[in-house]
């Protein structure tokens, strides 16, 4: 884990410019947003997520998280089929607050060009240089 200013990165997770991270898992990978995400959008009081079956394309919205602050769009660091959902984040929003690396995830999908599709987000070391850039 690097504190890049007051917002953790964690080793071993892939981002993207949409402030989302990506934990590969075997074929199959788990999303969620990063502690910059969670520290700009302040007090998280809902989201909104795909249904288990679903499919997201990289790039594209897939969901909603609302904050006392704004509505922002999750949208999608890879493509594939939703596998699970948290549901515990729906019920508690907060959790992205206090926990979005671990109990905050969001998604696990079985992605549908992984190899193809990881090229186009950051890698640890970039996203670490991409933080510091971030005001």
């Given at each position: ?124 070391a970039k996203a670490v240089e991409w933080h510091e850039s971030l005001s």
């Open positions: 884990m690097v504190k890049v200013k007051d917002v953790e990165v964690p080793e071993g997770l892939c981002y993207s410019k949409d402030y989302e991270w990506v934990k590969i898992e075997g074929d199959k990978v788990r999303i969620g947003i990063t502690d910059y995400a969670q520290k700009q959008l302040r007090e998280i009081v809902y989201v909104e997520l795909p249904a288990e079956g679903d499919t997201i394309t990289q790039n594209e919205p897939y969901g909603t998280v609302e904050s006392v602050k704004a509505v922002s769009d999750l949208v999608a660091p890879l493509s594939g089929t939703i596998e699970q959902i948290n549901t515990d984040v729906q019920d508690s929003p907060e959790t992205l607050n206090e926990d979005p690396y671990n109990k905050g995830w969001l998604l696990v999908i079985k992605p549908s060009d992984k190899d193809a599709e990881l090229k186009n987000i950051m890698d640890f």
